[in-house]
């Protein structure tokens, strides 16, 4: 298996655009969730899916951010608009089980918005 | 509420010195407790885990990690580290199977060659 795959890799905005993140998790998982990672707050759980329903979305900062999983291969986190403040690394990540076992991350997409 | 503090940001030591890094969790009772190491540019990868049973767990790469319930302590170890174990460690915690993940700030290890 290739692993978790996000794309892009890297990614420039200005502020006020619309930005997706895409992710693929790895086949057979059940379990997808969104990280945000920065020097200030560290690693952070936005959101996590389990067979695409989203169950807790609680670390979604605002209503700027949405996540949606129409299918068990593919989710996207989606920024509108983009602040300067978004800046981070995300990551997605995916695991087999309940979700605190073992979790795959992907190489995460850095987000600078300028 | 359930946190996990990793009180040194960085670390550095020589190659082929020991390593530990500590993890201290703020619970009532034992959580589930990982450990995973980041390389630069990469996601993160678990290097090991502790639900329960032998306090002292083996994981990859070499490390092991011991459960210390009365210091409510996870320390990471090594007894002889390489250039490669260069990264960002984390350490994390779950209340319990069905509980969400929380990771510690992190410790990035240097090695001096």
């Known amino acids: 298996d290739a692993g978790v795959i996000q794309s892009p890799r890297h990614e420039v905005t200005e502020m006020g655009q619309e930005v997706t993140l895409r992710c693929k998790p790895i086949?057979?998982?059940?379990?997808l969730f969104w990280y945000r990672q920065t020097m200030m707050r560290g690693l952070e759980l936005l959101i996590y899916f389990n067979n695409n329903v989203p169950i807790d979305d609680s670390g979604m900062p605002e209503d700027r951010f949405s996540a949606k999983m129409p299918n068990a291969s593919f989710s996207t986190l989606k920024i509108q608009p983009s602040e300067p403040r978004d800046s981070a690394v995300y990551f997605c990540?995916?695991?087999?089980?309940?979700?605190?076992?073992?979790?795959?991350f992907g190489p995460g997409t850095r987000l600078t918005v300028t | 509420a359930q946190s996990v503090t990793q009180p040194d940001i960085h670390i550095t030591v020589s190659e082929g010195a020991s390593l530990e890094l500590r993890c201290n969790y703020s619970y009532g009772a034992t959580p589930y407790l990982f450990w995973y190491v980041q390389s630069p540019g990469q996601g993160l990868q678990l290097l090991l885990k502790?639900?329960?049973?032998?306090?002292l767990v083996q994981g990859i790469k070499g490390f092991e990690a011991e459960f210390k319930r009365s210091q409510s302590s996870f320390n990471l170890r090594k007894p002889s580290v390489h250039w490669s174990d260069a990264a960002e460690y984390f350490c994390a915690v779950a209340l319990n199977r069905d509980d969400k993940i929380i990771f510690g700030k992190g410790t990035r290890l240097h090695i001096l060659p």
């Open positions: 086949s057979g998982h059940d379990y």
């Open positions: 502790y639900f329960s049973g032998d306090t």
């Open positions: 990540a995916s695991s087999p089980q309940l979700h605190s076992y073992e979790q795959y």
